[in-house]
């Protein structure tokens, strides 16, 4: 199968997005190349093609076959649901609630990146969006001094995160509870550095960091 040209493009498809979502979808549901590409009817090397080159361009058949082979929907694979809050798609007829083990919770937590850290203030708890690693069972972020979840430290707060799937109505939440230290010790510092994955969305220099032990750990998996 030959690339296709930009005339036949799907016009909500920006450049170099496309292959990124199809990459990390896959990689969500556990598939090799291999495996997508049998499953959406194409050669692997087509498939190659779309996720590592940025100007790839496939038509609107190709996205469809793509988003079967990916269990998702053509809008979120080309992005178009970027700036959609998830949740408002229609809950499943028989969803059926379910308590996760801790060593769930554990496996969940260790394959996220993205967190809500809840910080008591004298104003009342304030919530907050971090990137954050899991580093020996215990959560741990970069910060700003002064910024609000620097300001955790000392402090018992409650940290959550969660999946929603829309299109099969599902998801999970993990919530962890404990107190969170600002690491102050060198040789800690530089093993954290090490160790901990990604660098904070928000920018900027931030060296401040900040562990959470957990002392309860508590999830829910909603399946239909």
């Known amino acids: 199968m030959t690339a296709p040209t930009p005339s036949n493009a799907h016009e909500t498809t920006a450049p170099g997005d496309l292959g990124r979502r199809l990459a990390r979808r896959r990689e969500d549901l556990g598939l090799t190349r291999e495996e997508t590409a049998a499953r959406a009817g194409m050669a692997l090397g087509y498939l190659q093609y779309l996720e590592e080159q940025p100007t790839a361009a496939p038509g609107t058949s190709t996205l469809l076959r793509l988003a079967g082979a990916l269990r998702t929907t053509l809008t979120e694979l080309t992005g178009g649901e970027v700036e959609v809050p998830p949740g408002p798609a229609r809950a499943a007829p028989h969803a059926e609630l379910t308590e996760l083990t801790a060593q769930q919770c554990r496996a969940l937590l260790a394959t996220h990146g993205v967190g809500r850290i809840a910080v008591p203030t004298a104003e009342g708890p304030l919530v907050v969006p971090v990137n954050y690693s899991v580093v020996d069972g215990a959560i741990v972020?970069?910060?700003?001094?002064?910024?609000?979840?620097?300001?955790?430290?000392?402090?018992?707060?409650?940290?959550?995160?969660?999946?929603?799937?829309?299109?099969?109505?599902?998801?999970?939440s993990v919530l962890v509870r404990g107190l969170a230290r600002i690491v102050t010790d060198p040789a800690a510092v530089r093993r954290l550095t090490e160790q901990a994955r990604g660098e904070p969305w928000a920018g900027g220099r931030r060296d401040t960091w900040v562990r959470i032990e957990p002392l309860a750990l508590t999830g829910r998996r909603i399946t239909a």
């Open 141 to 172: 972020f970069r910060t700003a001094p002064g910024t609000l979840p620097a300001q955790a430290a000392g402090c018992r707060v409650a940290f959550e995160v969660d999946r929603i799937d829309d299109v099969f109505s599902q998801g999970w």
